[in-house]
């Protein structure tokens, strides 16, 4: 979301629309939140983590026998969510049950719900992609888009419709036409703009206009994303076998889980192993950074989490990590401006990382458009609310979410249902790269059906940082501009400083992610 304050979940959160007349919705959400648990003495809902991937008859037994009430199991991966009024519920049921490797409550919980006949799967051959040629009537303020080269992508492969990119968010907004779960917050409609808008003549285009959206809504209306939703959102993922899904945000309510800590240990394993069910089924994930400017291959403090009550102030190291960028296998996203050629004394250069986005070496994989308020220079005249990204918004909330400043958001002329809106974080900059995970496996195929077999998500990450336009460490001004680094990390409270060469850093990682070359460049890995 938007980075303009450094309010205490502005900065970071939920790092990424009516939705664009051209956004093409083909999956329904798989859970939404309900309201928070009430007081101290009230229900709690538990995440229940067992030793192996199986939840026995016993194992709901000993749930029940320690106070509890079970609701839900994933014995794929050895997780089971229940309720309990009882303030020992956690250390009963671990005194019943020898297997159970870690309780920890939480206080939101996802209601699974029942796929309707309309969702499908992706479990057929993937048909080849086709062109997207052309433009519609935004997009001449899309400098994001070409930035990675996305108009002469379309002309060769706008993607295939068979492939489907879930989106793991807030859900979308269902007024547009083939309807979906109802986006309450605008950020999940955002980032699904940017992956998917289609090309039909009005709005915004997206990445991979030909794609499908699986909107698996795993976010509330405040923007929180806790254990149960994330657990159920891959799962579901990686049961219908979705190709890529796109993850602007960070698992709540701790923004570092330190394994030390047996609560934060135990969300972390359960996330990290739906995770890795979902990439093992084929889904290639990809993931923002986060909006904190922090090195965070090298936390040193968590000044901001939990961040649904009050943060406390912790003294952290590496064995402490970010839920889902910083899960092995998953594509990490940094976020880059909108670029000016021609660098000159007083305009800074092309692609400098955002100045809110957090960096790290080993957890960057690449960097994409997520506009930058202070420094980014559109190549066009355009209004400064250009300098972030535009995309989809919802038209019940064109008055909030930051929509209603000058500039910021707009309706399609003789439309009044679609809305647009200006946004910057990395939340912005992780859809461009799903999308152009979305074009390679368009072109390439996934190996979600053995009958199928040609990328697997371990190889479409590496085509995709293959095909990354390198881009090296800035030196002196006005490469880094003076002001810029003045903003320090939020956690760390140091200055930014990248490490590494071009095409290898912790700025950048490989590189800006490049969708005509994703279309075009000869791969060896299929």
């Known amino acids: 979301m938007d980075v303009g304050s450094r309010a205490r979940r502005t900065p970071r959160r939920i790092v990424g629309l009516i939705a664009t007349g051209g956004l093409v919705v083909g999956m329904l959400a798989a859970l939404i939140p309900t309201a928070p648990v009430a007081s101290a003495g009230a229900t709690q809902h538990y995440l229940v983590l067992y030793a192996g991937n199986a939840v026995s008859s016993s194992s709901i037994t000993a749930i029940r026998?320690?106070?509890?009430?079970?609701?839900?199991?994933?014995?794929?991966?050895?997780?089971a969510f229940a309720t309990s009024d009882s303030a020992t519920?956690?250390?009963?049921?671990?005194?019943?049950?020898?297997?159970?490797?870690?309780?920890?409550?939480?206080?939101?919980?996802?209601?699974?719900?029942?796929?309707?006949?309309?969702?499908?799967?992706?479990?057929?051959?993937?048909?080849?992609?086709?062109?997207?040629?052309?433009?519609?009537?935004?997009?001449?303020?899309?400098?994001?888009?070409?930035q990675i080269k996305a108009p002469q992508a379309h002309a060769i492969n706008?993607?295939?419709?068979?492939?489907?990119?879930?989106?793991?968010?807030?859900?979308?907004?269902?007024?547009?036409?083939?309807g979906a779960w109802m986006d309450d917050n605008g950020h999940g409609t955002h980032t699904a703009g940017t992956i998917a808008a289609a090309k039909n003549g009005i709005g915004i285009v997206g990445v991979a206009p030909n794609v499908k959206i699986a909107g698996i809504k795993a976010g509330n209306a405040a923007g929180f994303f806790f254990p149960e939703a994330v657990v159920c959102a891959f799962i579901w993922a990686g049961t219908h076998h979705i190709q890529v899904t796109n993850n602007s945000y960070f698992a709540d309510p701790w923004l570092y889980n330190c394994k030390n800590d047996p609560v934060q240990r135990a969300i972390w394993t359960a996330e990290r192993r739906a995770i890795a069910f979902a990439m093992n089924g084929g889904t290639t994930v990809v993931a923002a950074e986060g909006n904190?400017?922090?090195?965070?291959?090298?936390?040193?403090?968590?000044?901001?989490?939990?961040?649904?009550?009050?943060?406390?102030?912790?003294?952290?190291?590496?064995?402490?990590?970010?839920?889902?960028?910083?899960v092995p296998g998953v594509i990490g996203v940094t976020a880059t401006?909108?670029?000016?050629?021609?660098?000159?004394?007083?305009?800074?250069?092309?692609?400098?990382?955002?100045?809110f986005s957090s960096f790290g070496v080993g957890v960057?994989?690449?960097?994409?458009?997520?506009?930058?308020?202070?420094?980014?220079?559109?190549?066009?005249?355009?209004?400064?609310?250009?300098?972030?990204?535009?995309?989809?918004?919802?038209?019940?909330?064109?008055?909030?979410?930051?929509?209603?400043?000058?500039?910021?958001?707009?309706?399609?002329?003789?439309?009044?249902?679609?809305?647009?809106c200006y946004q910057q974080g990395t939340s912005m900059a992780s859809p461009?790269?799903?999308?152009?995970?979305?074009?390679?496996?368009?072109?390439?195929?996934?190996?979600?059906?053995?009958?199928?077999?040609?990328?697997?998500?371990?190889?479409?990450?590496?085509?995709?940082?293959?095909?990354?336009?390198?881009?090296?460490?800035?030196?002196?001004?006005?490469?880094?501009?003076?002001?810029?680094l003045s903003f320090l990390g939020v956690n760390s409270e140091a200055v930014q400083q990248c490490q590494g060469g071009t095409g290898n850093n912790s700025w950048y990682g490989n590189g800006e992610v490049d969708a005509l070359n994703a279309v075009t460049k000869s791969s060896g890995n299929h």
């Open 65 to 79: 026998a320690a106070g509890g009430t079970f609701v839900y199991s994933y014995p794929q991966i050895g997780v």
């Open 432 to 484: 461009h790269a799903a999308g152009v995970a979305a074009l390679i496996v368009s072109r390439y195929g996934d190996a979600s059906n053995p009958q199928n077999g040609k990328m697997r998500p371990s190889q479409v990450a590496a085509y995709l940082q293959q095909t990354a336009d390198p881009q090296a460490c800035p030196t002196t001004f006005p490469s880094t501009p003076v002001p810029y």
């Open 337 to 355: 401006g909108a670029f000016e050629q021609g660098t000159t004394a007083g305009k800074y250069p092309d692609h400098l990382k955002s100045f």
């Open 364 to 420: 960057t994989e690449v960097t994409a458009p997520g506009g930058d308020s202070r420094y980014g220079r559109p190549p066009v005249a355009i209004p400064p609310a250009a300098s972030r990204v535009l995309s989809t918004w919802p038209a019940n909330l064109a008055n909030t979410a930051f929509c209603n400043s000058p500039g910021r958001g707009m309706t399609e002329p003789g439309i009044g249902a679609a809305f647009y």
């Open 292 to 326: 904190d400017a922090d090195d965070t291959a090298h936390p040193t403090f968590d000044r901001t989490s939990p961040d649904d009550t009050t943060p406390e102030v912790r003294v952290i190291t590496n064995a402490c990590v970010i839920i889902p960028v910083e």
């Open 158 to 178: 706008g993607g295939s419709s068979s492939v489907v990119v879930g989106d793991i968010d807030t859900g979308l907004d269902w007024t547009h036409e083939p």
């Open 89 to 146: 519920f956690g250390a009963d049921l671990r005194k019943r049950d020898a297997r159970v490797a870690g309780v920890s409550a939480t206080d939101r919980f996802a209601t699974r719900l029942t796929d309707d006949s309309a969702t499908g799967s992706s479990s057929s051959a993937v048909d080849p992609g086709t062109p997207a040629p052309g433009s519609d009537s935004l997009s001449g303020l899309q400098w994001d888009m070409d």
